[in-house]
Every structure is written in C-alpha cells, then in structure tokens.
C-alpha cells in the first residue's frame, strides 16, 4: 500500500474517532462546572421548571419560580436567552441544575454554604441599620453589609434602603454552632454588571456621539453621568450657556438627561481607563449665533446685573447672553475703586450696546444717562426670538 493511502486510511480513522466521542476534540465544549455562570435557550416551560438548550450535549433546568417577578408572571418565553449559575452537574441525570440567585426559599438556608464557595448570588431583605452597615435577611439568616458595600458609591444614610430587596454575595462565612456568621457584598455585583455593560457602551463611544445617561453625582464644579457602565463628567460650564451657579440648580441624582460626548482621554485610574467630557448646553442653540441682530450697536436695552468685579459689571441681556459695563462707564465722572460702589448683583440697569463681538462671545455696554433724549437705536417692541430656556430642553429630554 502506497503512503498516500496510509495517510487517507489514519485521516479516516481520525474521523470515526471524533464521530464516537461526540465532534472535534479541539472545539468540544468543557464540561460545566458548579458555580459557572452559563447562558441558554428556553427549549420548554412546564409547571414547576424550564428546560434550556445549553449547547452541545448539555441540557438546563431551572425552577420556574426563578422566572417570575414580584406579580407572579413568567418573564421569558420559548426562545428567549437568560443566564444563570450552575449549582448541579447533573452527572447521572444529564440535566445540569441552574439558579439565578438562592434565598428564595425555605431550602435557601441549605444552599448558603455552596452560594459561598461558588460565589452564586443570594436574595436578600435589608431589615434594619446598625453600627457600621446594614442587617440583611437570607433565606431565615441574618447577614451583615458593611455600609461601603451597600452601593456602589458611598452611601451617607442607610435608612432608604431598609425593607428593599437586593442581590448580594456572600464574602465571609462562618459555621458557629447551629448559628451562622454571614458577611455579603451588593457592591461587587454592581462592579461586575458596570464592568459588563462598560464593555458594550465603550464600543459606542467617539466624540460628538449623543447618549442617554442618569446622573449619578453632583459637585460645585460639575456633574457625574453613568453612560452604562461607563462614568463621564459634565462640567458646571458646559451645563447650559446661561451661567449656572451649582449643578444642583439644574439636576437631580438619578435623572436622566441626554449629552454630547466632548473630549476623551486615557486616564491613570485602571478602574476608569478613560476620562470622558461630556456637554449639554453642545445641544442648545447658541444664543450668540444671532446676537448681533438682536442686540444691534447703539440699541437701548435693559437688563439686570448677575455678578459684579473690581473693572466694571456684567448684565445679562437675555438668557445665555451677557453684556459688560466698564467701570469707567459706571463712574459716570465719578471716581470707583471697584464697580460694587455703584451696582450690585441683581439690580435692573438700561444699557446701551456700544460693540458686539460674536466669535468672543462678548458684548461692551455702557448705561442709558437719565438726561438721554431717546436719540439712541430703539429696540424692537416685539418679542425677541424665542430660544428656549435650559429647563425646556431637559423635559424635552426627560
């Protein structure tokens, strides 16, 4: 027999090999392992569990009590997809047993110890405040949750959170007679699905992209915004083109508000690889693109001073647009050391528009004497071109 036929006889062999152990050793599937978290096809829901098609020769089940929320309803339907965790092999059976949580049941308790070792999440009831965290009940056990691990950022007061329902992982577990010492976590979970979705959104992610986020923190220099997973910062200035005093005047936690992608770069922080600037006021229309036709040189105008500086006042002569008066304007022949001598901050003031600079965005006024005859440019009677306030375009978006 030629070598050929030698080689075409060991690849056939090869071949029958393979057939009897199921496919390609290379691309075979491994065996699922307690504790690894697994994702599958609803094939079939009976009465008390649903049957999902895992890949390969494996096949799940998980309680359908799992698969209902707080009204009783079933939450999937043939076809769908859902993860859960393995807690049995089914080694003898074939079916491999899976739980999306445990501490739903009486039978929660005698999964506490494997919930521990696999790291499979547990329901749990916050039920009261104490030293230093929270009091958690687990399937009839009393957990603590220290109050960093409550949230994923810090929480000042506990009190909200008693009587809700989480998800927690159980990070310390001590058998002390028939009592048991748990200690859980809701913060490592929440890392895990923000690490998740973190992922997907980064994919999205480009300047002058347009995402919907919540806002998940506020300080006087600006506001924190979840885009999914990821967190970027929407300074004070960038709020709206009317200035803003603090955030909080504006925004809420938990709101949601639409913003524009500003800059990126990479941060020094491995937890947040990028730094993200974000703006809202990117999705306003610029007051200033048509300033000069509203507000022509030598048109009288009144206005109302929003802050006051040692060279002289600035006036806001309609939202998002302010006009400054020179000190040597405001001295009218008088001698000042700082504008504050002669006006201060929400005092109505007539102006007149001496120069308008569009691209600088700025506006040099002087004030209306009181012996002026009118001579100036009148100002149109009717009403200025509607812009539409900074509260307006947030319950547009809301």
């Known amino acids: 027999m030629s070598g050929t036929d030698d080689n075409q006889n060991e690849d056939f062999a090869a071949m029958l090999a393979e057939y009897d152990q199921g496919g390609d050793p290379k691309k075979k599937r491994k065996e699922p392992q307690v504790g690894e978290e697994m994702r599958g096809r609803v094939v079939s829901i009976g009465r008390d569990s649903v049957f999902l098609d895992l890949g390969g020769k494996s096949d799940g089940m998980i309680e359908i009590a799992e698969l209902r929320d707080a009204d009783g309803k079933l939450t ?11 807690v049995e092999t089914g080694d003898r059976s074939g079916v491999v047993i899976l739980k999306r949580s445990i501490g739903r049941g009486a039978e929660g308790k005698a999964e506490l110890a494997q919930a521990y070792q696999h790291q499979i999440p547990v329901e749990g009831v916050v039920s009261g405040v104490n030293k230093g965290g929270v009091e958690v009940q687990i399937a009839g056990v009393r957990a603590f949750c220290p109050i960093s691990q409550l949230d994923a950022r810090h929480v000042e007061d506990a009190a909200p959170y008693v009587g809700q329902k989480f998800t927690f992982r159980i990070t310390r577990y001590e058998e002390n007679g028939r009592n048991l010492n748990l200690v859980v976590s809701r913060r490592v979970l929440l890392e895990e699905e923000s690490r998740a979705q973190a992922q997907v959104t980064r994919a999205t992610l480009q300047v002058g992209a347009v ?3 919540k806002v998940t923190g506020l300080k006087d220099y600006g506001a924190f915004v979840d885009l999914g997973g990821l967190e970027g910062m929407l300074h004070v200035s960038e709020l709206a083109f009317q200035r803003v005093k603090h955030p909080k005047d504006v925004l809420s936690i938990g709101q949601e ?28 229309r610029d007051p200033w ?38 000190i040597s304007e405001l001295a009218q022949g008088k001698h000042l050391r700082h504008a504050k001598d002669a006006v201060k901050p929400g005092q109505p003031l007539d102006v007149l528009v001496l120069e308008v600079d569009t691209d600088k965005h700025r506006i040099s006024l002087s004030l209306v004497s009181k012996d002026d005859d009118g001579g100036g440019a009148p100002v149109s009677s009717g009403p200025a071109p509607k812009l539409g306030t900074f509260a307006d375009l947030l319950k547009k978006k809301k």
Not at 76 to 86: F, K, L, S, T, Y
Not at 260 to 273: A, N, S, T, V, Y
Not at 310 to 323: D, K, N, S, T, Y
């Open 289 to 326: 693109s048509d300033a000069r036709e509203r507000f022509p040189e030598g048109a009288r105008l009144p206005g109302t001073v929003t802050r006051v500086e040692q060279f002289g006042a600035f006036v806001e002569l309609a939202p998002g647009i302010e006009g400054l008066v020179h």
């Open 76 to 86: 999937v339907q043939i076809g769908d997809e859902i993860e859960a965790r393995v």
């Open 257 to 284: 508000i639409e913003v524009q992608i500003l800059k990126m770069e990479k941060g020094d922080d491995p937890k947040r690889p990028e730094k993200i600037s974000l703006s809202l006021k990117s999705l306003e």
């Open 211 to 213: 995402l919907r986020g």
